[in-house]
């Protein structure tokens, strides 16, 4: 395929995809499928282009392997943190709010919405695919350790979160030890950095630069959008969390500040 069929055959799978995801939601009447969802629809995404071009040049298998391990981990991190507790605060709100248009709403503006940003997110491995590779390029190894970094902040720094909040004497506390000690998000600014990464690899393409679209659109989704700002407002009321945010940065690692 070209690469404006390519797209658009991306585009196709990621409607039948989030289509069959609002399905399972609406039997199970749980939108929280959504989330989970979102890792594993990107792998679905890259494995599609991979297949259907039969381009399995070391470019391209490495960033289908990439995405692979990025949202597989993600997606069973999901899992694992909601099973058993039902829908998500969000979607229950949104579920009393919307009332009798709650289904059109969550196909449109959960699933669809979301299927947009990962149609946008997933341009780099769609326009790699869209032409063979030919050999390897700084961009390659620029790419991969930037990705590594990225990767390396958000899988420490789930961790450390999830073994922080799986302790009963830490409720109520605010975790500023470890990564959280430089960021108050270091997961989300590893997510960020992780796409920075794909994008650079892209760069090797003709028209890898298009590609920007798609750390752009991550970075402005978790730091302006419905990453940070959503959780720092439902913490903002905590006095530990009030001192914690005083002292570290939102978002870029830096040192502790003195206050």
Same mark, same amino acid.
């Given at each position: 395929?070209?690469?404006?069929?390519?797209?658009?055959?991306?585009?196709?799978?990621?409607?039948?995809?989030?289509?069959?995801?609002?399905?399972?939601?609406?039997?199970?009447?749980?939108?929280?499928?959504?989330?989970?969802? &979102?890792?594993? =629809? @990107?792998?679905?995404? +890259?494995?599609?282009?991979?297949?259907?071009?039969?381009?399995? !040049? *070391?470019?391209?298998?490495?960033?289908?392997?990439?995405?692979?391990?990025?949202?597989?981990?993600?997606?069973?991190?999901?899992?694992?943190?909601?099973?058993?507790?039902?829908?998500?605060?969000?979607?229950?709100?949104?579920?009393?709010?919307?009332?009798?248009?709650?289904?059109?709403?969550?196909?449109?503006?959960?699933?669809?919405?979301?299927?947009?940003?990962?149609?946008?997110?997933?341009?780099?491995?769609?326009?790699?695919?869209?032409?063979?590779?030919?050999?390897?390029?700084?961009?390659?190894?620029?790419?991969?350790?930037? &990705?590594?970094? =990225? @990767?390396?902040?958000? +899988?420490?720094?789930?961790?450390?979160?999830?073994?922080?909040? !799986? *302790?009963?004497?830490?409720?109520?506390?605010?975790?500023?030890?470890?990564?959280?000690?430089?960021?108050?998000?270091?997961?989300?600014?590893?997510?960020?950095?992780?796409?920075?990464?794909?994008?650079?690899?892209?760069?090797?393409?003709?028209?890898?630069?298009?590609?920007?679209?798609?750390?752009?659109?991550?970075?402005?989704?978790?730091?302006?959008?419905?990453?940070?700002?959503?959780?720092?407002?439902?913490?903002?009321?905590?006095?530990?969390?009030?001192?914690?945010?005083?002292?570290?940065?939102?978002?870029?690692?830096?040192?502790?500040?003195?206050?």
């Amino acid at each position: 395929m070209q690469l404006a069929q390519l797209i658009g055959f991306s585009a196709l799978v990621i409607w039948v995809y989030m289509s069959v995801l609002f399905l399972i939601a609406v039997v199970r009447k749980d939108n929280s499928i959504a989330d989970i969802g &979102w890792g594993i =629809g @990107f792998v679905i995404v +890259a494995l599609s282009v991979l297949v259907i071009q039969g381009d399995y !040049s *070391a470019r391209q298998a490495m960033l289908t392997v990439l995405i692979t391990i990025w949202g597989l981990r993600l997606s069973g991190r999901i899992f694992i943190r909601n099973r058993g507790k039902g829908e998500d605060f969000r979607y229950r709100k949104w579920r009393n709010e919307w009332g009798k248009f709650f289904l059109v709403r969550s196909y449109l503006q959960v699933f669809l919405l979301q299927g947009l940003f990962m149609w946008l997110i997933s341009l780099p491995v769609v326009i790699t695919g869209s032409k063979a590779a030919t050999g390897w390029t700084g961009f390659d190894f620029a790419g991969v350790a930037i &990705w590594l970094t =990225g @990767f390396f902040f958000e +899988a420490v720094g789930d961790w450390q979160l999830d073994k922080f909040l !799986s *302790a009963k004497e830490n409720k109520g506390k605010i975790l500023d030890t470890g990564l959280w000690r430089y960021s108050r998000h270091p997961n989300y600014f590893g997510e960020v950095v992780m796409w920075w990464g794909i994008w650079i690899i892209s760069l090797a393409q003709t028209w890898g630069w298009v590609g920007i679209i798609s750390p752009i659109t991550i970075t402005v989704l978790i730091v302006f959008v419905s990453g940070i700002p959503l959780l720092e407002r439902s913490m903002s009321a905590n006095p530990a969390f009030q001192a914690y945010a005083r002292k570290t940065s939102v978002f870029f690692p830096l040192p502790s500040r003195n206050v």
